[in-house]
Nanobody
Framework: QVQLVESGGGLVQPGGSLRLSCAASGSDFSTDTMGWYRQAPGKSRDMVAVITSGGKAIYTDSVKGRFTISRDNTKNTVSLQMNSLKPIDTAVYYC????????????WGQGTQVTVSS
């Protein structure tokens, strides 16, 4: 049984920061690619950042320079440090796990709400 549990979401003012965390269990965490996706109301779920088992990170253009994804393979956790937050970052953020050489994640967390508003 794979479980991905997100935490750290909340309400923050524009320009503020949040750190999201995802605790994984029941998966091949150390060899999987982990990711953060987000979905705003009425919008599709889009990739924010992914990180391979070796630590290579890829970001969507809109968050480059503001967000940092990291992982701790000893704790089976992946984090997303979000700085300089903007209202357009408001969304439900989902943690995902993906097999190497596969296109789509095979499991998703329940999501955590991030709201950026004054």
């Amino acid at each position: 049984q794979v479980q991905l549990v997100e935490s750290g979401g909340g309400l923050v003012q524009p320009g503020g920061s949040l750190r999201l965390s995802c605790a994984a269990s029941g998966s091949d965490f150390s060899t999987d690619t982990m990711g953060w996706y987000r979905q705003a109301p009425g919008k599709s779920r889009d990739m924010v950042a992914v990180i391979t088992s070796g630590g290579k990170a890829i970001y969507t253009d809109s968050v480059k320079g503001r967000f940092t994804i990291s992982r701790d393979n000893t704790k089976n956790t992946v984090s997303l440090q979000m700085n300089s937050l903007k209202p357009i970052d408001t969304a439900v953020y989902y943690c995902s796990t993906k097999r190497r050489f596969e296109v789509e994640p095979y499991y998703w967390g329940q999501g955590t709400q991030v709201t950026v508003s004054s």
